[in-house]
């Protein structure tokens, strides 16, 4: 299949694409293992938290990753932890929500395709009511992935936090149709809460402190509910990444 233009106007041509994509596995551990050395992440856990995620994998369990924002460079700390954590077991098997204009420059597009992202149209770049249709097409591909046994990783804030890095911005509910779509697949992912500090504005994003939390495997709902148990769960990995900053 050829690469498509990621834009609105395309955007049933751009998730027939993502649907099947697949990276380099190879190349994306390398790349992966290259971002730990560079970002250096101080990872802490949740008590019980290492164990239980090493376990949920090991059993095949498929995995919604959320992920505070706070900087255009989340993602690589994401990818750094990825490395240094049991979620190197997914790499390459894992799908990042990622806005659309990462996808614009072609050689910016290589390096997020090759962290197996899929292109997400927000409305406060296009519109609420231009990016309804490409949102619930985006939601459909998403839970295909996961019922297929990738896991995914969504920043659910949908946008970077220019207030206090501190506080969790509102979760939508696009997280909770994500998961909707998926129990109708027969998938029941779980849930892990990733919250990443750099400290104080301006400190630079290098040497992260990152918290993981523990799985949450039963998660169901309408889809405001498990947004709200997101926004919840979350907010305990950032507080607990801002007191091991």
Request: charged share 20%.
């Amino acid at each position: 299949m050829s690469i498509p233009e990621v834009s609105l106007d395309n955007y049933e041509a751009v998730y027939r694409y993502y649907r099947d994509h697949q990276q380099n596995r190879l190349v994306a551990r390398i790349a992966y293992a290259a971002l730990a050395v560079q970002y250096r992440p101080r990872i802490t856990y949740a008590d019980g938290a290492r164990t239980a995620l090493a376990g949920a994998l090991g059993a095949g369990k498929a995995l919604v990753i959320a992920v505070n924002h706070l900087t255009e460079s989340d993602q690589f700390t994401l990818a750094a932890t990825a490395w240094r954590t049991p979620l190197r077991r997914v790499i390459g098997r894992t799908r990042v929500l990622a806005k659309d204009e990462l996808f614009v420059d072609p050689a910016q597009r290589r390096k997020i395709d090759m962290m197996g992202s899929i292109p997400v149209f927000r409305s406060k770049n296009h519109g609420l009511r231009a990016v309804s249709d490409a949102g619930r097409v985006m939601m459909d591909v998403a839970a295909e992935r996961l019922a297929r046994g990738d896991s995914l990783a969504i920043f659910p804030e949908g946008t970077c936090n220019a207030g206090d890095p501190r506080e969790l911005q509102h979760v939508n509910s696009g997280i909770g149709h994500i998961f909707a779509r998926s129990e109708k697949l027969g998938c029941t992912p779980a849930l892990i809460s990733i919250g990443i500090s750099y400290g104080q504005v301006g400190a630079g994003v290098k040497s992260a402190s990152v918290f993981v939390g523990v799985p949450v495997e039963e998660v169901s709902g309408k889809p405001m509910e498990v947004a709200r148990l997101v926004q919840r769960d979350l907010q305990s990995a950032v507080d607990g990444a801002v007191a091991a900053y």
